[in-house]
């Protein structure tokens, strides 16, 4: 076996239907008194019940988390912690919300516990993203990391079937990237891997039963260890065209990573065999680009770009801007390639090894 080195994010993980309960608990092991509750408008009802469970501990709720966390509504959480006294934010969302507390981290250094409600695995990164002015910034920091991370599945069983599905793949992604990380190793593998594994397992029993607590289990499992790979190692090209479709044409975040994984997989078949091999495993197939596209395509996920909004005209910009930009990928970077990859992309046509 090779030599590697593996950084282990440290954060405390209470995993189970039900945990939820054990809020105030978790709060009192951060030391903290005065936690301000953070949401998205749609979930005011989560955080009301999350503000009920603390209560005392309840400094306020924040209900104004936005995809892709906009500069002013960080400036204004922040303003709002300090204002109410708080000394820990609970994020109750996906990575939207997610987002909004490590921002607040980002700034003030305050412990954030996360209780995630998609499966995009934000809470076990170190990497926090901000918006000013029409462009995303991203980031790693160890400050932003949540303390503590509930995964209570009781929680994902409002998740809509199609959210659920697109959110899985965003998953499945952070994993099968890894798999093939520069910087990837033994134990990284292992959590793809099995992540992936769960997750697929998942998606058919939640399309027959969408509130069966035990497949949302699986799925919040499966999400925790791709969200772990995300944090541990680099992405590639995969992550590097979303991160380009959604920050520069305003697609949305997991249907984009829905579309563009087995295209990218495509791409990168040849140049790492042995990262397919395993990907193909978890899925119980043979190809793994081809694995990918028909999990999405079997639980009606959008499988082409131009189903999702993005202008014809933009592909050869897009294609610009991620042939030029260096990153770690084990296929090098041809934009005649990424072009074509990104066209059979917006057509919804199968990926092409
Ligand atoms: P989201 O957080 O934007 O949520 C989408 C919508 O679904 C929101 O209205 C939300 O309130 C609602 N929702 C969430 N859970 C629900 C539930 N259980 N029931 C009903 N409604 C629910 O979507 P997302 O895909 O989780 O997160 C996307 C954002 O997270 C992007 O901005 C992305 O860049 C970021 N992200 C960051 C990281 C990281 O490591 N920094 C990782 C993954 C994603």
Redesign the pocket.
Known sequence: MDGFTYTANPTRVVFGAGTLQHLAREIDALGARRALVL??P??IDAAQRVAMLLGERAAGIFPR?A???PIETARQARAEAQRLGADCAVAI???????LG?AIALDSGLPILAIP??????EM?P???LTEGGLKK?GRDARVLPRTVIYDPE??????LG?SVT?AL?AIA?AAEGLYAHDGNPITALMAQEGIRALAAALPRLASDARDLDARSQALYGAWLC?SV??AVAMGLHHKLCHTL?GSFGLP??EVHTVILPHALAYNASHAPEAMARIARALGAHDAAQAVFDLAAAHGAPTSLRAIGMPEGGLDRAADLAATTPYPNPRPLERAALRALLQRAFDGAKPQS
């Open positions: 949401c998205t749609e979930q988390a995809m892709h966390v969302g996906g990575g939207s919300t997610t987002g490590k409600t998609t499966y995009a695995g934000s990164t990497i926090y993203g991203t929680l994902s069983l409002t998740l809509p959210m959110s965003n952070h969200g995300l944090g959604g975040h997991a």
